[in-house]
């Protein structure tokens, strides 16, 4: 099996000798450099990427892609693909959250896209800043890079009736995982791409474990341990294949992405030693439709050895919670409140503690 | 203007004039096509009005948005037009470092169509940024006053010295950005908009002087710059006031 630290080197190796010798002038826009670690909190490593024909044909449909992405790196090797996949005389379109203003609403229906690319949390954003004409123009939807849910897709379908929306499951360090959603699958389930082996490693009774990949592009890398936990299945589909792949998120749930921001364990953990009202805790994560716009939400489930419990001390842990966790650098759960991007914090009692399995899950992503 | 620049300039002015596509100038202009007689046109003008009026040919291209103040406005860049722009220098491992979103990309579009691959630098996340140039070895730089002084640290330990670091930006504090000057070969200040690309180009020292670029020529029209290109853009810039106080910056036309 082959982790994080194993995928370093052989990441740093590629690094090195790229370094060494670039590419010739007119290959190098099949060469990305980038870094990448961001939430897992791990070492930043060096990577590579390379695009061949079959990387770039995804754009080959698209006349004028909005791309909704997060690292700057990504922006631009999505930018670059679609530079070079896209038909002659198309355009794209990359944003940035702080294009997402009261502006945006004129200069999309001036930009008039054809389709949004990106991460799923982005994307529901950015369909609060189009009009309804600009949304019917919009014919495809794809999706990547964040777990779905089934609000979300509801309210991308309403918004942008015409489109069509798909998703794939992949990783930086080995590029596409699955194939594109066939639409047979609830969000989140995957047919495994052709050479890419996918394996479950210690499934509970349940059959979740972390996943692991050996792509048959990549020999040197076997069963790498992507640092997602999902469930492989072997059951037909609809569409023909024959093993869905379930994606359920981090590894130990180190953080949910959702409405914007980032529920992180190591935060609420920290918040939880703080406000000192509780022993343990699970947190349901969740996105509702309110008045139109996604907004996150949060259930705490607490955990208390003296087993006591009274509304009033619910009513504390929720204000104590929501005005100390931080869901981005600058904004705590209870500003994201006032500002509507959050419904409030509720909070209920467990009446035993919480079994722990799949390396005590404690931020669970649900749907509402 | 010497009179090759000054009569492809006339076919472009004809061109753009007399466009099919877009209508932005011909509205503003009129029939007036001889230069000395075209009025100035402002930011709001012509990025203002609606991008079909101002796209005057269809190309690969890259949209950007760009915010002055409170308003935003959209550019569009044929990716021929990008590559022929003089952000930085072909060196073999750039990198772009720089506030603006939008501006990272475009900037690093321009390496690839020069056939370079960048390192794109976090705009948020300095520390990754610093610790990524150390470990691409970057050998030159793109970048903006403000990113310049986040990206500091990188000069503190670094063994070598860059080829060159282009400074862009529509002005530039010199006492502010001259620490940087022992830490490359050459470093220069590139005037750019992001809605005209880049128009002159000064070495950096203490009163610096620019001389515009190729195909750039800039007037003073009052207390501004006022620039034509003249290159065929999507959007071309003809007499167009930068909105760049003359007095900021010193310009030394040919």
Known sequence: MLDRAGYSLIAEKTFSDFRSAPPAKEDAWRYCVRVTSGTTGGQLIGAVLQYQAESVKRFSQLRAPVLCLGASATRLAYNLQARHGMPAESRSLVLDGADLNSELKVVLAQYAPDSILGFVSFVVRVAEYIDRETALGVRAIILSGECTTEAMESLLRDTFPNARITSRYIALEVGRISEVSCGFQPPNHYHPYKGVKVEIDSPDESGVGSILVSPSTRPEVIQYQLGDVGRLKSEPCPCGATEILEIMGRNGRDYVKLAGAIVRREECDRVMLSVALFDDYRLDTSHVILDGKLRGKLHLRVYRKDGQRSPDLGARIEKEFSRQLYLSPSRTLAELVRTGDFVPLSVTFADAPFPIKNKEIKILMVDA | ?254
């Open chain 2, 1 to 254: 203007m010497n009179d090759t620049l000054h009569e492809s300039l006339r076919v472009l002015i004809n061109e753009v004039g007399s466009n099919q596509l877009a209508d932005i100038y011909h509205t503003v202009w009129g029939e007036r096509r001889a230069l000395d007689v075209l009025p100035v046109i402002s930011r709001d003008e012509l990025f203002g009005s609606p991008l079909a009026s101002r796209r005057y040919k269809s190309a690969s291209s890259l949209v950007k948005i760009f915010h002055v103040g409170e308003k935003t406005f959209l550019s569009e860049w044929a990716y021929e037009d990008v590559a022929r722009e003089q952000f930085g220098t072909e060196t073999k491992r750039p990198m772009v470092y720089l506030s603006d979103n939008a501006e990272s990309i475009e900037k690093s579009m321009w390496c690839y169509e020069r056939g370079m691959v960048p390192l794109i630098g976090e705009v948020h996340n300095p520390a990754a940024a610093v610790a990524m140039a150390k470990k691409y070895q970057i050998d030159s730089l793109i970048t903006d006053e403000l990113s310049l002084e986040r990206f500091r640290p990188f000069f503190g330990d670094c063994p070598y010295t860059l080829t060159s670091i282009s400074i862009i930006g529509p002005q530039f504090t010199i006492a502010r950005i001259q620490w940087v000057l022992p830490y490359a070969k050459e470093v220069r200040l590139v005037l750019t908009l992001p809605e005209t690309g880049a128009f002159a180009r000064a070495k950096l020292e203490v009163n610096p002087v620019f001389s515009p670029l190729p195909r750039c020529d800039i007037e003073t029209v009052g207390e501004t710059l006022v620039l034509t290109k003249q290159d065929s853009l999507v959007t071309p810039i003809i007499r167009y006031d930068t909105a760049i106080s003359s007095k900021s910056v010193r310009i030394q036309n040919a």
